[in-house]
């Protein structure tokens, strides 16, 4: 048998990794992505300021799995009805596989803004934004952040960050065409959420959705803005590989009795009919239930009996966690934490997932960084 992992994202990894540690010698494991390093995406916006934790957040493949044989290539479509992956290089033929490949930035066809604007999913992203702010420390501007999902929260705090170690005469302003930032989560987090954003200088103006984008101009509903960069976080789409779609797929995440879909790469509801938010922690969650269904459809297989009854994904978060700059805000059940101690929390859920993957040193890393950014430790 030969079980397909498509995407090394925080689904993908922690799938693969469960199924190395409880699937027999001879089932053939293969996990397919087009980088030879698995992204820890939370924190990519760091980058920006600090671009020598890409190396921190970066973590090789061929470090985290033991048997598993990674293919590095570009994933071009899935034929589930074919059951074949078909890539750059090839195809490949699976009797199981797991779609994990995260969900790309969508622009929704306005005029102009994927021309101008730049995304962040991806480190090259995270250093053009580095090299396009740059000048503006010195010259003065304003650096315009579309959408403000806790991405774009993410963003515009490390930009404004930015700009106070620096002492620079830089604007960073937050779009959102909903009457709040974080407009997905519960009022006290978004209250919290906001308050950081303007207490550390960032421009927040909500009911101001984009229409279109010329090289300089920002036309929104609020009137037009004039920028000097623009960063858009405003929305996602599916992967190129799914046609740009993200296909729904029930608790049990199938999207056919061979083909699990996984992550941000599906909209997803759970076994309470909820929809399923885009996260780190939904996708990893997600993961584990599709490991306990794949574990029990080998047993069955090599019993040669029925296959087992599927496993269905419930979803309860234990909290929300976003950095602001120098500061965070987290949830936990109804308390709303903000600032260092809320960062502090945020760099050790960080850490602790990337312990839990194998990747000890660049946990250890993290939290040192995390924690020096806030001036909790002494870096020296």
Not at 111 to 129: D, N, Q, W
Not at 213 to 227: C, F, H, L, Q
Not at 346 to 368: E, P, T
Request: proline fraction near 5%.
């Amino acid at each position: 048998m030969r079980i397909v992992v498509c995407g090394a994202g925080y689904a993908g990894v922690t799938l693969a990794r469960s199924l190395e540690r409880r699937l027999p010698e001879d089932v053939e494991l293969v996990v397919v992505d087009e980088r030879p390093y698995h992204l820890i995406q939370h924190e990519l916006h760091r980058v920006i300021r600090r671009p020598g934790l890409a190396d921190v957040i970066a973590v090789p493949l061929d470090s985290l799995f033991e048997r598993a044989t990674v293919r590095e290539t570009r994933i071009e479509a899935i034929d589930a009805d074919e059951r074949v992956v078909r890539c750059a290089d090839g195809e490949i033929r699976y009797d199981y596989a797991a779609i994990c490949l995260g969900a790309e930035t969508a622009y929704y066809g306005l005029p102009g803004v994927e021309e101008h604007s730049i995304p962040l999913k991806r480190l090259e992203h995270a250093t053009e934004i580095r090299k396009r702010v740059l000048p503006l420390l010195d010259s003065g501007g304003r650096v315009v952040v579309g959408g403000a999902g806790l991405s774009g929260v993410q963003v515009a705090g490390e930009l404004a960050a930015l700009a106070r170690e620096e002492d620079a005469p830089l604007e960073v302003t937050l779009l959102e065409r909903l009457d709040s930032v974080a407009p997905n989560f519960p009022e006290n987090f978004r209250t919290a959420v906001t308050q950081e954003l303007t207490e550390r200088g960032v421009d927040v103006r909500t009911r101001a959705a984009v229409r279109r984008t010329t090289a300089d101009v920002i036309e929104t509903d609020d009137g037009p803005i004039p920028y000097d960069a623009f960063v858009w976080t405003g929305g996602i789409r599916g992967p190129g590989a799914l046609c740009e779609r993200r296909p729904p797929v029930r608790s049990d995440l199938r999207l056919d009795a061979r083909t699990f879909v996984v992550g941000d790469a599906a909209k997803a509801v759970d076994r309470d009919g909820e929809a399923v938010p885009a996260s780190a922690q939904a996708a990893i969650r997600e993961a584990r239930v599709v490991a306990d269904s794949l574990v029990g459809i080998v047993e069955s297989w090599d019993a040669g009996g029925f296959g087992p009854r599927p496993e269905r994904f419930g979803f309860d978060s234990p909290g929300w966690l976003v950095s602001v700059g120098d500061g965070a805000v987290a949830q936990v059940g109804p308390s709303v934490l903000r600032g260092r101690a809320a960062l502090a929390l945020k760099a050790s859920v960080g850490a602790g997932y990337l312990s839990s993957v194998g990747a000890v040193r660049n946990a250890v890393d993290l939290v040192d960084e995390e924690l020096g950014i806030a001036g909790l430790v002494d870096r020296d």
